[in-house]
Nanobody, 121 residues
Framework: QVQLVESGGGLVQPGGSLRLSCTAS????????MGWYRQAPGKERELVAT???????NYSDSMKGRFTISRDNAKKTVYLQMNSLKPEDTAVYYC???????????????WGKGTLVTVSS
């Protein structure tokens, strides 16, 4: 069974920084794209950043210049460095990975359970 587990969330003051991590575990053949989404209270889940297997990156406009996504394939981990945090960044942050469990299987998107980030003074 594949599992994604996020860590690194918490309470931070406006202007502060946090680094989120998400690690995949379980039996798998390969990992493709990785990404982060977030869901604020009362709002729909939205894209934060994605990183396909070729290392390119894609960010939501409101996060460009403040957030940085990176990955360590050997560790099966994706990171999200968040700087200059604002109260409106408060949300549950979810990671996602496209994973093939076996060589001939299809790609399946897996999701973590989320980690809460609260930006408040």
């Amino acid at each position: 069974q594949v599992q994604l587990v996020e860590s690194g969330g918490g309470l931070v003051q406006p202007g502060g920084s946090l680094r989120l991590s998400c690690t995949a575990s379980g039996s798998m053949f390969s990992i493709g794209g990785m990404g982060w989404y977030r869901q604020a209270p009362g709002k729909e889940r939205e894209l934060v950043a994605t990183m396909p297997s070729d290392g390119s990156t894609n960010y939501s406009d409101s996060m460009k210049g403040r957030f940085t996504i990176s990955r360590d394939n050997a560790k099966k981990t994706v990171y999200l460095q968040m700087n200059s945090l604002k109260p409106e960044d408060t949300a549950v942050y979810y990671c996602t990975m496209g994973i093939r469990r076996y060589e001939m299987s299809s790609w399946v998107s897996y999701w973590g359970k989320g980690t809460l980030v609260t930006v408040s003074s």
